[in-house]
Structure formats: C-alpha cells, structure tokens
C-alpha cells in the first residue's frame, strides 16, 4: 500500500525565516494531496488541498509544491511567524472509491520570535 | 459549520473493560472516519462509514468496531481494553463530491490502565 514520508519530524526557525517540510509518496496512482495544520489541543485544520494537474498553490503565507516525477510534496512557510508554530501533517489519496488517507508521521515546527 | 465533535474528550479505561467512544457532525457528510494516533506516529485510518457501510482495515479488523445509526453520528467501540489502546481516537467526515476533503474532530485522548 500507500506510504508516505514527511521530514524533518522537528523544526525550528526564526520569525521572518522560511520553513519548508517535505513529504515524499510510493504510489503513483496517488492523486490527491493534503496538508493539515494542528496546533495544541486543536483539531486538525485543512491548509489545503492539491490535484494532480496542479504543481503549485499559494495560500496565505504559504506555497505548497507537488512534484509527480519525483511524487514529492512539500509545503513552504515563506516567512513563519510565532502563529505558524503547530504540527503539519500531508496526507495522500489513492483510490477513487475510498476516500482513505495515508499520512505522514508530521512535523512539528516552531517559530522563535 | 465545519465543526466535528467529539465525546468524550479524554476517557479513562481498565484492561479488559469496554470503552465507546462518540462522533457526531453536522454537515450532512456520507463517509465518517475514524483515526488513531500515537505519539510521534502518523494517524492510523482504522474504519470508515460510507453511508451505512462499514470498511475496517485489514490489520485492525477484530480490535475495533463501530456503529452509525444515523448519518450525524458514529460510534467507535472497543470490546475489551488493552494497554496498547491508549491513544487520540480522531474522528473525521467528508462528502464524495467535496473530493472526500476530511474535516476532523478534536479528538478523543484514551488512557488504558
């Protein structure tokens, strides 16, 4: 089945600095991608939401890139600030008729001020 | 309202007692999901609802089971405890047409003990 790698599991950067965590997937089949945010003992918050067809999407303070080549994902906080400090977690989709998820272990990222 | 709720928020069981745990949505979602996760680990899908269909992972088919009497609400039950068990039950729900987009719930913190 599906398996997905997210590195690094702990990050660390300064306010104004940019944070970029990577998820690398085995099927090729996969074709849809998310990235979830969680803070503490908060629910896990949809980012956003990726498409095969699509490479890059920007979001608010955020770029998130999808390489099928190399069936890498990677989600760029383009300067943290101390509110991005959380957990993400990517998660990928295969299979049209099951909506299941595999995610990655997460990364849990803080911005020092 | 995306909103997922959860009930109980953390729950503490013995080994070998029962322990059910409750899910409910408002948003009119056909599939509902429920995860477990442990420290440091990625959330494990367990079963899902889609609408009074239940598909239960391969791995943990005899641990867990579920009940969906209506489509709000969804059920986790777990016949006898055992320590392995302490982790957050996540629940989450998703529409077919919405791309199976899974929102989830804050999440259940079970201790087994």
């Known amino acids: 089945g599906e398996q997905v790698e997210q590195r690094p599991p702990h990050l660390s950067v300064r306010e104004g600095d940019s944070a970029v965590i990577t998820c690398t997937y085995t099927d090729p089949n996969s074709y849809y991608f998310f990235w979830y945010k969680q803070e503490p003992g908060a629910s896990l918050q949809l980012l956003m939401k990726?498409?095969?067809?699509?490479e890059i999407n920007e979001g608010q303070g955020f770029t998130v890139l999808l390489n099928k080549k190399d069936k890498r994902l990677s989600l760029n906080l383009t300067a943290a600030h101390p509110g991005d400090s959380a957990a993400y977690f990517c998660a990928v989709k295969t299979g049209a008729n099951t909506g299941k998820l595999t995610f990655g272990h997460g990364t849990i990222l803080r911005v020092h001020p | 309202d995306t909103t997922v709720k959860q009930n109980p928020r953390y729950k503490l069981a013995r080994v070998g007692k029962p322990v059910n745990l409750i899910c409910s949505q408002t948003m009119n979602h056909d599939t509902m999901y429920w995860y477990q996760k442990k420290p440091n680990q990625a959330p494990k899908l367990l079963l899902f609802?889609?609408?009074?269909?239940?598909?239960r992972e391969a791995d943990t088919f005899e641990k867990f089971q579920s009940s969906r009497p209506n489509n709000s609400f969804c059920s986790l039950y777990i016949g006898s405890a055992g320590l392995e068990y302490s982790a957050m039950y996540l629940c989450?729900?998703?529409?077919?047409?919405?791309?199976?987009?899974?929102?989830f719930g804050p999440g259940t913190r079970l201790l087994v003990l």
């Open positions: 990726v498409f095969s067809s699509t």
């Open positions: 989450a729900s998703s529409r077919r047409d919405n791309q199976d987009t899974q929102y």
């Open positions: 609802y889609y609408d009074k269909i239940l598909n």
